[in-house]
């Protein structure tokens, strides 16, 4: 996959094993399931072209944290 696709998801799952809160770790869980197959469905579909998973530095309080 693209370094724009869900390897940065993957990548995050993968630090979350290694300190994150269990909220960060269901977050990039479900990033890496459930928000992934709905895009490849879309894609496969016509309805999008590509997705990716962006990062804000300056989240707002009770945002998920990548």
């Known amino acids: 996959m693209s370094r724009h696709g869900m390897d940065g998801a993957l990548a995050v799952a993968k630090r979350a094993e290694h300190g994150m809160s269990c909220g960060a770790m ?11 197959a709905d ?3 879309a894609k496969f579909k016509g309805r999008i072209k590509s997705y990716m998973v962006m990062s804000n530095v300056h989240g707002r ?3 998920p944290d990548l």
């Open 26 to 36: 269901a977050y990039a869980n479900f990033l890496a399931s459930t928000w992934k």
């Open 61 to 63: 309080k009770g945002e």
């Open 39 to 41: 895009q490849e469905y």
